[in-house]
């Protein structure tokens, strides 16, 4: 029997179980097993507990939650965690010395529970908060389940369960603290869990109420068990205050923007009468207000401070700013428009991306959706003519933004925006992620700095109810980037699509459209945008590149577009070995038209590998973006293609014919096989079918595998195609 089982709750987020598992494996005290509760056994977290059961056998898969984990345990105490809960080094060892000191040395331990040191690590910003009991009691019902180690027996003893649910740990600590002759505290810090943030929309485009009738009935059992064993008065009043403290923190004291509702207070103020200790005092307003049965007072309280707050901030506003929020507040009192569907593109920028492409399907699969489309005024001209056009910040603006029942876009709506019930919102991203998004840029200073508010950025992600991902690892990411409740879909990118559908004939006009010479290799290069000075100019030399290169090839250069009118990243060329394609909007066509892709950290190369052509990367700087941007993984050490990394090397890649070998085609099928895997050409109608015609998962257009997949091909060499193993 081993001396501890720590029991890990495997969710549906395969990102955070290494940062759990791996400190428990690598604890210098070896006598535990380790149980990672799974209710999914296929899925990637699954897959990962999987792989990690076959390299150390004192893991233990259970099937189920944490109670199917307690009880697949043979450990003589028990540790709860949570994915993503970091166990501290020599923690255990720690632990067990406690419980040797306070008298658990053997089967017949007397030590019941052990309280832990532990600390919260905030999501975004702030020093994290640590709790070592110096003036807790360890008997405090508030104190996390994650946080404390439980001798088996005294669970099973006493009938002692820990289900799933958000408010079942509050009754199991409160009977637990009831049941235990003997409770000991460690102040070292074991357990770090960095907090979670959870916000935001589903994707039925509702607001989720907390189960709060859970957790009155978690109050009440424990009162009600607490009723019955005679208590000392302090001990009881203790009790009672812990337990409505933490009413009041989880709902109560919300009410002012999500009303717990008649019924609920109604009961709790029962609760309150009917296990009250004598001689409690009532401290606060609120608390006295329940008490006595008063909602609406209770209402009125939070809602008179909201009302004055509101008008010192309308009093501080611009006329102008004054009558388009009086305006919007016109139209947001209308009901919504259930066939209207608002469509936007990196801030109203033009027709373009994910947002464009869905738009399409939906004229073709939705017809009777009214699909508008948001641009700035001055794209107008570039707009096609049969899509519906509304100006942002207009009239029309406020009034498709406060009536539509879908929105779609690449990037965040405005802050003023409001997120009305019954709507659906899905943000569709315009990339694969490997720089740092969303609140992991916190560590990175400068980036940080120019992201702003991460306050303001989170509540704008709090109006998703839907967020797009072209492949596993971006919905990993986008759960971690941006914590809220939004629904993941993982259909592809829908601007991928075209990657699939277009035949030879459509590529080769493309490419007369754009000039390309017959018979000249064309090789896309796409830089991206840097967040640190750089002369683009000096470090890469275009004109000497193009130059080099020799007759067989043309390039045709994409600047991002925070570089739009960079005049230095463009150099004249008049020998007709360049093509300035950057203010061309459908970046899909440059990609088809081209028979290769050079680029350093842009994410298009994750859209470029549908195509399966060849990819160089060029990392000239890749230590400092890496360092100073923040990535997700190695780029050089898993790239689609060969790499370079100064402007010679990346001619002679080109020049010796290595960037189409054998080597290229077999980096670029790994790359495919790990960031193409939803991309499939049906990512447009599988978006169209669940969110605008509400079709059910299993009604939508199966995956297409990899291997099974005919992208367009190239026009100027004729390359055989890669396989997907």
């Known amino acids: 029997m081993p001396r501890f089982s720590i029991i890990v709750t495997v969710h549906d987020v395969a990102g955070r179980l290494p940062t759990t598992l791996d400190p428990v494996l690598a604890q210098s005290f070896t006598d535990f097993e380790l149980v990672a509760a799974c209710a999914d056994p296929d899925s990637p977290a699954g897959a990962l507990v999987a792989e990690y059961a076959e390299r150390d056998s004192r893991l233990v898969r259970a099937i189920g939650a944490r109670e199917a984990g307690l009880r697949a345990a043979t450990g003589t105490y028990v540790l709860f965690l949570d994915a993503g809960d970091v166990l501290t080094p020599g923690s255990l060892a720690g632990i067990d010395a406690r419980l040797r000191e306070a008298g658990g040395a053997g089967p017949e331990a007397e030590v019941d529970v052990l309280r832990l040191g532990h600390e919260r690590v905030p999501w975004w910003e702030g020093e994290p908060v640590a709790e070592l009991f110096e003036d807790r009691d360890p008997a405090d019902v508030r104190l996390p389940v994650w946080a404390t180690v439980y001798r088996r027996a005294f669970l099973r003893e006493h009938g002692l369960a820990f289900p799933e649910g958000r408010y079942t740990d509050l009754g199991c600590s409160g009977l637990v603290a009831l049941a235990a002759d003997g409770t000991a505290v460690l102040r070292t810090v074991c357990v770090r869990r960095p907090e979670r943030r959870q916000a935001g929309g589903t994707a039925a485009g509702t607001r989720a109420e907390p189960p709060a009738a859970e957790l009155l009935d978690q109050v009440e059992l424990v009162l009600d068990r607490a009723a019955t064993l005679g208590l000392p008065e302090d001990r009881t ?35 309150h009468r009917r296990y009250r200790p004598a001689g409690h005092r009532t401290g606060t307003v609120r608390a006295r207000l329940l008490r006595r049965g008063a909602y609406t007072a209770f209402l009125a309280l939070p809602a008179l401070g909201r009302l004055t707050a509101r008008a010192r901030a309308y009093a501080g506003r611009s006329a102008l700013r004054r009558r388009r929020a009086l305006l919007y507040a016109w139209y947001l009192r209308r009901p919504l428009d259930e066939n209207l569907a608002v469509f936007a593109a990196y801030w109203g920028r033009g027709y373009a991306c994910n947002p464009a492409a ?82 992991d840029q916190i560590e990175y200073r400068a980036v940080a700095a120019a992201t702003g508010s991460f306050g303001k950025l989170m509540r704008r992600v709090d109006r998703w109810d839907c967020s797009l991902s072209s492949n596993a690892h971006s919905t990993e990411v986008w759960s971690g980037a941006y914590p809220s409740a939004f629904e993941h879909l993982e259909y592809g990118y829908p601007r991928n699509d075209r990657f699939y559908t277009a035949a030879s004939g459509e590529v080769a006009a493309i490419r007369e459209r754009l000039g390309i010479p017959e018979g000249r290799v064309a090789l896309l290069y796409a830089p991206t945008y840097r967040d640190y000075p750089r002369d683009v100019s000096a470090q890469f030399d275009l004109a000497r590149f193009c130059a080099e290169l020799g007759d067989e090839f043309v390039v045709l250069l994409r600047a991002h577009y925070f570089l739009d009118g960079d ?159």
């Not at 999500?258 to 019924?263: F, N, W, Y």
């Not at 925006?417 to 969303?438: E, I, S």
């Open 237 to 271: 009043r203790a009790l009672f205050t812990q337990l409505f403290d933490q009413l009041f923190a989880e709902v109560l004291d919300t009410a002012a923007t999500a009303p717990c509702g008649r019924a609920f207070f109604r009961r709790a103020g029962r609760l």
């Open 358 to 439: 869905i738009h399409r399907k939906a004229r073709e699969l939705a017809p009777h959706i009214r699909s508008v489309f948001l641009v700035k005024e001055k794209e107008l001209p570039h707009m096609p003519e049969d899509v519906e056009s509304v100006v942002i910040g207009s009239r029309r603006y406020w009034e498709v933004m406060a009536r539509a029942k879908y929105t779609f876009n690449n990037v965040n709506f405005e802050h003023a925006v409001v997120k009305r019930p019954g709507t659906v919102h899905v943000q569709t991203h315009h990339g694969t992620p490997l720089k740092r998004m969303g609140v």
């Open 567 to 725: 005049a230095g990243l463009r150099q004249a060329v008049g020998d007709g070995r360049l093509i300035d394609v950057t203010s061309l909007r459908d970046t899909e066509e440059v990609c088809l038209a081209s028979d290769a892709l050079i680029t350093d950290y842009s994410s298009i190369m994750f859209d470029y590998a549908n195509l399966d052509r060849p990819i160089v990367t060029y990392a000239d700087d890749w230590d400092v973006y890496r360092d100073t941007r923040g990535v997700y993984f190695d780029l050089l050490a898993e790239p689609p293609g060969h790499v370079a990394r100064t402007q010679d090397e990346l001619l002679r890649v080109l020049t010796s014919g290595r960037w189409a070998d054998g080597r290229s085609a077999a980096l670029r099928s790994a790359f495919r096989e790990r960031f193409c895997e939803f991309d499939d050409g049906q990512a447009a109608e599988r978006v169209v079918r669940r969110v605008l015609l509400g079709q059910p998962e299993e009604e939508l257009p199966a995956p297409i595998p990899l291997r099974e997949r005919l992208p367009a091909p190239a026009a100027a060499v004729s390359r055989p195609r890669t396989p997907a193993h």
